[in-house]
């Protein structure tokens, strides 16, 4: 039996050059990594992610793997979509980005969102009948985008439509948010 759960599974993380917040991101792409999933960090821009610390102190730097326009999403097994208001705001505005989450939510392949991550979703229109939970100031959002509803929980995994959704509300609720994608990586998630 391997000690790496999850070789050989592929993940793909999507964010812009600045403003994801340093947990959201380093703390999953970590992780992910030590339990031998492959992780493709796809930003804007070949430059350095510039991570923040509470949406406003510099945090570290992050180089991407790729770009959002050489990305081959197809090649990816879950996506994940880290926070930070700014982040999520701005990769909202890539329509690279709104393809890839329309692919992976049409092929049926699991998105896990945490904090501010689930605006991206709202705007690439994939929260129809969904229940999810999120920063709380997206709540109104997701609702107006057809989500079934939003709920206060460390992390919600819901299967409607076609496709396993896992989000989270904060940094706070690291530790179950990645329970939660392990548990989907590995083929052994529960859904609502």
Request: charged share 25%; proline share 6%.
């Amino acid at each position: 039996m391997s000690d790496k759960p999850l070789e050989g599974r592929r993940v793909l993380v999507l964010v812009s050059n600045y403003g994801v917040e340093q947990d959201e991101l380093l703390v999953p792409v970590h992780r992910l990594q030590e339990d031998g999933a492959d992780v493709t960090v796809a930003a804007v821009t070949s430059d350095p992610v510039q991570t923040l610390v509470g949406d406003r102190d510099p945090g570290e730097t992050m180089k991407p793997t790729t770009t959002l326009d050489t990305l081959d999403p197809g090649a990816h097994e879950l996506l994940l979509l880290p926070g930070g208001t700014i982040n999520a705001d701005q990769l909202r505005l890539e329509s690279k980005a709104l393809e890839t989450i329309r692919a992976f939510a049409e092929s049926g392949r699991p998105i896990a969102a945490i904090c501010h991550g689930p605006w991206a979703l709202v705007e690439a229109d994939v929260l129809r009948g969904k229940t999810l939970t999120s920063y709380p100031s997206v709540r109104t959002d997701a609702r107006n985008a057809g989500a079934k509803s939003w709920v206060d929980e460390a992390v919600v995994s819901d299967s409607a439509n076609g496709y396993t959704l896992i989000t989270s509300r904060t940094p706070k609720d690291l530790d179950d948010f990645l329970g939660a994608v392990h548990q989907t990586l590995a083929g052994t998630g529960g859904s609502r």
